[in-house]
């Protein structure tokens, strides 16, 4: 670890003792609290522990990135590389925790008292490591800053912020940091969403990702027309349709041979995955399905 020891300082105090010791904590506590990791090590005091985790003032941003750069660099180059984007919960018992509250948890799979983080990892073959997190904050904290300033949040982070909207924060500071991949993959949260699918394509990069069965994709590049008025009554059609049919993704999957669903050894992700082009077409707001699984 002493590669990180410029990260653990300020102007007067250092912490690389307490870092180190509390690294070694994580790998030998099963339960990985700082209790826990306090009592199995003997010689840490809480209370120390306990401040340097929720109080010193020192680089967790730098740590952060030196990691995810470090990742880059050692992952093997035989494959082609993603950033996946992904959430985690976890359950709490009180209301102090930051960003705490009733919301969905997907780590028990309901609606829970918990924090929720939004997560990068860079996954390469049967190697995968986290690079990112950041921390989502519901609308009862954003719009109490009272309950932010006493949590120590800072100001410039309690604005409200949606789960796609973090997730292409991570994706951009991996982007702007030099970490190397190849596509960004996440699941329907994420597929679902106009906004972070282009800017995805903006930052140059191809991406993978889930969407809801009933998210409608054409066979051929749609043109937005408005249509010509049939008949005499009823007004002039002013709303620009496609000219090409949609089909259900649900739908199009059910005429596919299993070969085209799978790998192919000879491909990667994104090259061939079907026996014809799907076009999803972000832009058509009107065309998108209701968003259930």
């Not at 880059?72 to 035989?78: A, E, Y």
Request: glycine share 10%; proline share 4%.
């Amino acid at each position: 670890m002493s590669d990180y020891e410029e990260y653990f300082k300020n102007r007067t105090k250092k912490f690389f003792d307490k870092a180190e010791k509390y690294t070694k904590g994580i790998f030998l506590s099963e339960r990985r609290n700082i209790e826990r990791i306090c009592e199995q090590q003997g010689d840490v005091d809480y209370y120390q522990m306990q401040h340097f985790i929720s109080d010193s003032r020192w680089d967790a941003r730098g740590v952060m990135d030196k990691a995810a750069l470090r990742t880059s660099q050692m992952l093997p180059k035989r494959e082609i590389t993603g950033l996946l984007i992904d959430e985690t919960g976890i359950e709490k018992k009180g209301e102090k925790s930051v960003g705490v509250g009733w919301q969905y948890c997907g780590n028990v799979g309901k609606t829970a008292n918990s924090q929720v983080t939004v997560v990068g990892s860079l996954s390469n073959g049967d190697f995968s490591s986290l690079v990112d997190a950041r921390l989502y904050l519901p609308k009862d904290w954003t719009e109490n800053k009272d309950r932010c300033e006493e949590a120590g949040i800072p100001e410039k982070e309690t604005g409200l912020k949606t789960k796609p909207e973090l997730a292409y924060e991570i994706i951009r500071h991996q982007h702007e940091l030099g970490v190397k991949f190849d596509f960004v993959g996440g699941d329907g949260l994420y597929g679902n969403d106009i906004e972070l699918a282009n800017k995805i394509e903006g930052l140059g990069y191809l991406y993978m990702m889930d969407i809801h069965k009933d998210q409608v994709v054409y066979l051929e590049e749609p043109d937005l027309k408005i249509p010509e008025k049939k008949g005499i009554r009823g007004r002039k059609p002013f709303l620009p349709k496609p000219d090409k049919e949609s089909i259900r993704v649900d739908n199009y999957q059910k005429h596919l041979s299993p070969r085209s669903m799978g790998r192919d050894k000879d491909t990667y992700y994104g090259k061939r995955v079907s026996e014809s082009k799907v076009l999803f077409c972000p832009g058509f707001h009107l065309e998108q399905g209701s968003g259930k699984d």
